[in-house]
């Protein structure tokens, strides 16, 4: 028995002989979106995807053997396999030139380009084979810890973890975007031979492909399909200053004097854990913070925002704990015995993934935090960390880990969002430690979690911002110095600060935040120990002759704000990163194809840090077509070769577009 196709409304329909069935569907200017079942009709599920917009003209043909749908600048062609009743798909550009291939299925080895198999419950076991493309570089997939920006040949977990964060979306050199619309934790190999996407648990086949010969216009393709990033308050523009931890209200007020005095700008405090009675009540602690709507209040009258930390944690055994597990608050446990996290008390975590709950908890956050003027949230643990980062060991209201684990960290940034909105706050960003597609939409700041403040974690950071920026999250940053470890009486960890911080002047978001050497003792009036503090970790705590480098960088920031709310409109209206690896402005330079050791700050700067102890220049390869001026000698170089770039301590080198 052959394939069948016919019309499915403006999209395509095919049937194969045993009865699986594939949709392909405009969805969006130059784009489909791809969904099979091996039986019964493909549910649309929006996990990430948002609405179509208006795919414009498109055009169905069905044959006996052939059908193809053409949408804008893509081509879907379906080919019937009459050994095997399947139905091949082939996706091309308006230059009839071919993106992406499914592997054949059918003949003597019996694959099958998209499997299924069947789990308890009537979900399914997903795989997608696509044929391996020789040359072919991909970008993107979110944030993980190593040193490269092109996955091909590798094999990625779909998953999260503190430091990771799995957005399935990449950009081909071939121009085509991609994003595997399934929030479990998969895995995807590209393979030389193939690329195999893998989803442990789904109910269908889903993913997302559109045409573009520009990454500008993949990324175009991929907000409109996804969401665009909200325009953030001009504050987190400027520079964040952070630490583990300020204990008390007079310490953080006495820090943000600090910098006042100083004439060093700062645009956002922030307050990080413990700064609670007791992990899971959502509000500050009176012995420690008395008065906390008058010291955001003094903040706000030196042009500083308040952010603070929240733990997305009830403790088990709590009057709260019953409370919300009554109310549908709690993540549930999928095995018997499971406890969410231990650090500070067994605790379950919360469960933002239902619109009930995420109401409920806002009212929380708003009584315990936004109504005494906190206007930005450092939403830790956001992976979710629970034990082995295996969200598939729990239920959410949105459904089990192993089919919406992923799905946890983008909920979780709706939470706020929807109800800083709710609340009168018209510019939303929150720091996040971890992402799914979509979570651009929902004023995400995705921090790289905690790194170590070593040079290899820091040259690891420069990727990381490129990756993630090409997967669709704009708005990114690091700890400056590395979370882990670092003394701020330790030359060495002093040069590593310094470099880390003159390359985070450029990034999108500007924040200092560590675990500095030598941890503080932190006491209750009683006498009794409180949660520990990590050592001094603002600009002056790393002697005089590194704080006139900082304090130059932290200015150089201040100048950049213009040219940063101007990216920052980029990225609102066409989903453009504003940190972008050299093959995004340059994607016909082969010269530019895999450097992964500098970046450009939107269009205009191109950021070269040092990445290595003890160098005082590096080479910077200056792509063609235009020619690159200096921002602190001056000189002016013709573009298309590299340059021995001057770095002492106090400069890194960063080049003006003319």
């Known amino acids: 028995m052959d394939a069948t196709f016919e019309r499915d409304g403006r999209g395509l329909l095919c049937r194969e002989a045993d009865g699986a069935i594939l949709s392909v569907t405009p969805w969006g200017e130059d784009a489909l979106r791809v969904r099979a079942v091996p039986r019964g009709d493909p549910p649309d599920e929006r996990h990430a995807l948002l609405d179509p917009s208006d795919p414009g003209a498109v055009e169905v043909r069905v ?84 040193e490269r920006i092109d996955w091909k040949g590798c094999e990625l977990e779909l998953a999260h973890r503190n430091g990771q964060a799995s957005v399935p979306f990449l950009m081909s050199s071939l121009g085509y975007g991609f994003l595997w619309h399934q929030p479990s934790p998969g895995t995807v190999a590209f393979g030389a031979n193939r690329t195999v996407w893998r989803a442990r648990r789904a109910r269908a086949l889903d993913y997302w492909i559109a045409a573009g010969d520009t990454p500008a216009e993949l990324s175009l393709r991929y907000a409109r399909a996804t969401g665009f990033p909200p325009l953030p308050p001009d504050r987190a523009l400027g520079f964040w200053q952070s630490k583990l931890r300020y204990a008390s209200q007079g310490e953080l007020l006495g820090i943000a004097r600090e910098f006042r005095r100083r004439g060093l700008p700062l645009g956002v405090l922030v307050c990080d854990y413990c700064h609670w009675p007791r992990l899971g009540d959502f509000r500050f602690d009176p012995t420690f913070f008395p008065d906390p709507a008058a010291m955001a209040r003094e903040l706000d009258a030196m042009g500083v925002s308040l952010a603070t930390s929240v733990w997305p944690l009830v403790p088990l055994g709590s009057p709260a704990h019953g409370r919300a597990r009554r109310e549908g608050l709690l993540a549930r446990p999928a095995r018997a015995g499971t406890v969410g996290h231990r650090f500070l008390e067994d605790a379950s975590f919360l469960d933002p993934t239902g619109p009930r709950a995420r109401r409920r908890l806002w009212g929380k956050f708003r009584a315990g935090y936004h109504d005494l003027g906190v206007r930005h949230f450092f939403l830790d643990l956001a992976e979710p960390e629970v034990p082995g980062f295996d969200a598939s060991a729990f239920r959410f209201h949105a459904g089990p880990g192993a089919r919406m684990g992923n799905l946890y960290p983008q909920h979780y940034a709706r939470l706020f969002f929807e109800g800083q909105r709710a609340a009168g706050q018209e510019a939303v960003a929150n720091l996040v430690r971890s992402a799914w597609a979509g979570s651009q939409r929902y ?25 993630i920026g090409a997967a669709g999250i704009p708005w990114w940053t690091t700890d400056i110095g590395g979370f882990h470890g670092g003394d701020p009486e330790d030359p060495g960890f002093r040069e590593l600060l310094v470099r880390w911080f003159q390359w985070a002047a450029y990034c999108p978001v500007m924040r200092l935040h560590g675990n500095r050497l030598p941890n503080v003792r932190v006491l209750r009036p009683d006498g009794t120990e409180a949660a520990a503090s990590g050592g001094p970790n603002e600009p002056w705590s790393f002697g005089g002759k590194a704080l006139r480098i900082l304090a130059k960088y932290l200015r150089r920031r201040e100048a950049l704000r213009p040219y940063l709310r101007s990216l920052a409109r980029e990225a609102h209206e066409f989903g453009r990163p504003l940190l972008r690896g050299m093959f995004y402005e340059f994607p016909d330079d082969p010269g530019c194809a895999d ?64």
């Open 63 to 146: 044959g006996k053997r052939r059908a193809s749908i053409r949408c804008g600048w893509i081509e879907a062609v379906a080919e019937a396999d009459a050994w095997s009743g399947t139905v091949r798909l082939e996706f091309r550009n308006g230059r009839g030139e071919t993106l992406l291939r499914e592997i054949a299925s059918g003949g003597p080895l019996g694959l099958r380009a998209h499997a299924f198999d069947p789990l308890p419950g009537g979900d399914w076991a997903v795989t997608a084979s696509f044929e391996g493309r020789d040359g072919e570089r991909i970008r993107g997939m979110g944030q993980y810890q190593e």
């Open 443 to 467: 004023g995400a700041v995705v921090w790289s979690g905690d790194v170590a403040g070593t040079w290899e974690d820091f040259r690891r950071q420069v990727c990381a911002g490129i990756c």
């Open 595 to 658: 450097l992964r050791d500098q970046h450009l700050l939107g269009a205009r700067y191109l950021v070269a840090p040092v990445l290595e102890p003890g160098a005082r220049s590096r080479r910077v390869a200056l792509p063609a077509s235009c020619r690159w001026r200096n921002v602190d000698t001056g000189e002016v170089h013709d573009g298309g070769r590299s340059v021995e770039a001057p770095a002492p301590l106090d400069t890194i080198p960063v080049f003006e577009r003319l």
